[in-house]
């Protein structure tokens, strides 16, 4: 998994939803809104562990209101995590 890898280029996302990418530590996370009517307002967060060309392995998740979700977002980017588009599985 290096830098240069076409599935790790840099790929926006809107807000807080999409995937972010920690090569040192072989882990992507999925923000996503909760499908489910009732938690509109909500994230869910899912972390796995990525060592390709293995497919993701889950490691933890939950949900969060959408607010947290964005400063969860946020302080992962200003720590090193990079948006990426979604592994190939």
């Known amino acids: 998994m290096t830098d240069n890898d076409p599935q ?3 790929h926006p996302e809107q807000g ?3 995937w972010l990418v920690n ?3 072989h882990q992507v996370v ?3 809104p909760d499908p ?3 938690n509109a307002g909500w994230v869910l ?4 562990h990525y060592n390709p060309p293995r497919p993701p392995e889950p490691l933890n998740h939950r949900r ?5 979700a ?3 977002w946020t302080m992962m980017l200003k720590s090193g995590w990079r948006p990426c588009r979604a592994p190939a599985r």
């Open 8 to 10: 790790f280029q840099s």
């Open 16 to 18: 807080c939803i999409g």
């Open 23 to 25: 090569t040192n530590r």
């Open 30 to 32: 999925h923000y996503r």
């Open 36 to 38: 489910a009517p009732e």
């Open 45 to 48: 967060i899912r972390t796995y």
């Open 64 to 68: 969060v209101p959408y607010e947290d």
């Open 70 to 72: 964005i400063q969860t």
